[in-house]
């Protein structure tokens, strides 16, 4: 018995269904619509799959994934000129707000738009001592109403104070801000 020279059609169906429903229905449903028997259309899905099996249905759907891909392959050009198409539709409906997302999101792929985030972690030990002392002011000024009577060296002293004790305490103690106390932390 040999490998068979050409598919059948319950073959050319299934792979049909594998490439159009990818992504919406298992290999197995495409089976099952294809004319495969529900008890052993999961056999045959699998099978089918299998180029030492069924080599001619695994190269039509391999060609048939090309052929897809192809069809709607996402070019620069492409996209430009089907965003354009949406635009002048709104245009002619006279869909202003879709006309303008239309064509702001053509300037987008076109890369006339730059959207620019900038996100800065870090840790106080990180800050020099001026970008630190800047800080300091800046929250000294920003919480001054609520700090009543408390200068500036003496807020100084006691934040360099306490980051100097801090990393010189054992990693399973707390402070216990009310007493000033260590709290042991259990494991």
Not at 14 to 23: H, Q, R, W
Not at 99 to 107: H, I, P, Q, S
């Amino acid at each position: 018995m040999g490998l068979p020279k050409k598919l059948t059609e319950q073959q050319i169906k299934f792979a049909n269904l594998l490439i159009c429903e990818e992504g919406r229905k298992t290999a197995t449903q495409c089976a099952i619509e294809a004319g495969y028997a529900k008890d052993s259309a999961r056999q045959h899905a699998s099978k089918l799959q299998n180029p030492k099996l069924y080599p001619l249905v695994v190269q039509y759907i391999g060609e048939l994934r090309d052929e897809w891909q192809k069809k709607y392959d996402v070019t620069f050009g492409t996209h430009i000129s089907e965003l354009a198409k949406l635009r002048d539709e709104a245009r002619e409906k006279k869909a202003w707000s879709a006309a303008v997302n239309a064509e702001v999101a053509r300037g987008k792929a076109a890369g006339l738009y730059i959207e620019q985030k900038i996100i800065r972690t870090g840790k106080l030990e990180d800050l020099t001592t001026e970008e630190l002392e800047s800080r300091m002011k800046q929250i000294i000024d920003d919480y001054s109403p609520i700090l009543e009577g408390v200068s500036e060296e003496e807020l100084k002293q006691k934040v360099l104070g306490k980051a100097k004790s801090k990393s010189q305490k054992n990693s399973f103690h707390l402070d216990n801000t009310a007493n000033g106390k260590d709290v042991p932390v259990t494991e």
